[in-house]
């Protein structure tokens, strides 16, 4: 089984619908974070998450929010959705140990705003 | 200035050459770098960490920092038409136990028969 998880992984919607990513791990990491990639760019920083009590904005936060339910969850969430936040989105996971910082990824949501 | 920077590419080298991707990066802080490889429509797989000046080898895969000129590079040795993919150069942004990682735009390498 994957070690990072992410539902669902394609999702085609409405402008104005709310929207939740799921994202679920079993590496053990405290730190989980979310990305967003655009044609050709690289990821830019949604939100992350050190633990379940310690949630940050990124770079990009406006429009998002997050829940982190348990250590192994963290879930995205697009309140109102516009088409231009059309992307891939990934969720990743951290620890602190050795390797310390790096970061792997899920396997991605593409999302679709119409 | 962006934070890390990428040439976009596309690199195009002949299967069997020797890839050299780089990437600078602005804050003089940053210790840990990363290299990460990403196929089209997939998620970003780890390549390699480097945290010390100088190089790093794990099987074709050459890291090299230079942390006075604030570089860091890659090199595919040997190239395959497998490591066709977009390299992205990630970094730990000052000395701060964040985790916080930026990453740069990515160099597409295409590696032809």
């Known amino acids: 089984d994957a070690d990072v998880t992410q539902t669902p992984r394609n999702r085609i919607t409405k402008t104005g619908k709310r929207i939740m990513l799921e994202c679920s791990q079993t590496k053990g990491h405290d730190r989980m974070y979310w990305y967003r990639q655009d044609p050709g760019l690289g990821l830019q920083l949604i939100y992350y998450s050190f633990d379940v009590k310690d949630i940050n904005k990124g770079e990009i936060s406006d429009g998002y929010s997050v829940s982190r339910q348990a250590q192994a969850k963290f879930s995205l969430s697009l309140e109102s959705a516009i088409p231009n936040q059309t992307a891939l989105y990934f969720c990743a996971t951290s620890d602190t140990g050795q390797g310390r910082d790096t970061q792997y990824f899920g396997p991605g949501t593409r999302l679709t705003v119409l | 200035q962006k934070e890390v920077e990428q040439n976009s590419g596309p690199l195009s080298v002949p299967e069997g050459a020797i890839a050299s991707l780089n990437c600078t990066y602005s804050?003089?802080?940053?210790?840990?770098f990363f290299w990460y490889r990403q196929y089209s429509g997939k998620s970003p797989e780890l390549i390699m960490f480097?945290?010390?000046?100088g190089d790093k080898e794990d099987g074709r895969f050459t890291a090299q920092l230079n942390k006075a000129s604030q570089y860091v590079s890659l090199l595919i040795r040997d190239s395959q038409p497998s490591d066709s993919a977009t390299y992205l150069c990630a970094v730990k942004i000052g000395s701060s136990n964040t985790g916080k990682l930026i990453f740069g735009q990515g160099t597409t390498l295409q590696v032809k028969p």
């Open positions: 480097i945290y010390s000046n």
């Open positions: 804050d003089r802080g940053s210790q840990s």
